[in-house]
């Protein structure tokens, strides 16, 4: 069973950063896709960027320019840097990997004040 272990969310002004990681272990298979959703209140669950095993990346078009998503192979860490927060930021971030399976963790809160 994958476990994945997220860390990095809080509380930060607009304009501000923060960096989200995620830690994959138990695998048993090479994991190819990790990435981040996200989710607003009310809203659905969206995602904000994914990374494949061989670094290509793909965005949201409202994170571009803004968040940049990269991953250690060897640590199997997922990492987000988000720079210039806006309030529209705001909700629950969860960690994907694709390996044999798809897995989910199990969510970290990232607040945007104005």
């Known amino acids: 069973q994958v476990q994945l272990v997220e860390s990095g969310g809080g509380l930060v002004q607009a304009g501000g950063s923060l960096k989200l990681s995620c830690a994959a272990s138990?695998?048993?298979?090479?994991?190819?896709?990790m990435g981040w959703y996200r989710q607003a209140p009310g809203k659905q669950r969206e995602l904000v960027a994914l990374?494949?095993?061989?670094?290509?990346?793909n965005y949201a078009d409202s994170v571009k320019g803004r968040f940049a998503i990269s991953r250690d192979n060897v640590k199997n860490t997922v990492y987000l840097q988000m720079n210039s927060l806006k309030p529209e930021d705001t909700g629950i971030y969860y960690c994907?990997?694709?390996?044999?399976?798809?897995?989910w963790g199990q969510g970290t809160q990232v607040t945007v004040s104005s």
């Open positions: 138990g695998s048993r298979f090479s994991i190819s896709d």
């Open positions: 994907y990997v694709r390996t044999w399976g798809n897995y």
């Open positions: 990374i494949t095993s061989g670094g290509g990346t």
